[in-house]
Nanobody
């Protein structure tokens, strides 16, 4: 199981970014996918989760209404569209899932929101 995140960078407050997580090594379409983030000195925080098929996605209160998680099962990719970014969104963002092989994490992509 492997995840490769991309799309992070430096953005001004109020700006937008779209993160991507390309998955391989398992049947992507049959598992829920989750984005976590971790800021320096803080615990890792669940940001958003999308089910394998049907159902509603889950969002942390801190990002609800600003972030949207989506997936393209044909491309084995999950996305995180982040709008109206705030300095407190600065963190390393990680892709995560639990498959038959166990828990799996990506290497993360850094998002920095600063003027």
């Amino acid at each position: 199981v492997q995840f490769v995140e991309s799309g992070g960078g430096l953005v001004q407050p109020g700006g937008s970014l779209r993160l991507s997580c390309a998955a391989s090594g398992f049947t992507f379409s049959t598992y829920s996918m989750t984005w976590y983030r971790q800021a320096p000195g803080k615990e890792r925080e669940l940001v958003a989760r999308i089910p394998s098929a049907g159902g509603s996605s889950y969002y942390a209160d801190s990002v609800k209404g600003r972030f949207t998680i989506s997936r393209d099962n044909a491309k084995n990719t999950v996305y995180l569209q982040m709008n109206s970014l705030k300095p407190e969104d600065t963190a390393k963002y990680y892709c995560y899932s639990v498959t038959l092989a166990g828990q799996a994490w990506g290497q993360g992509t850094q998002v920095t929101v600063s003027s």
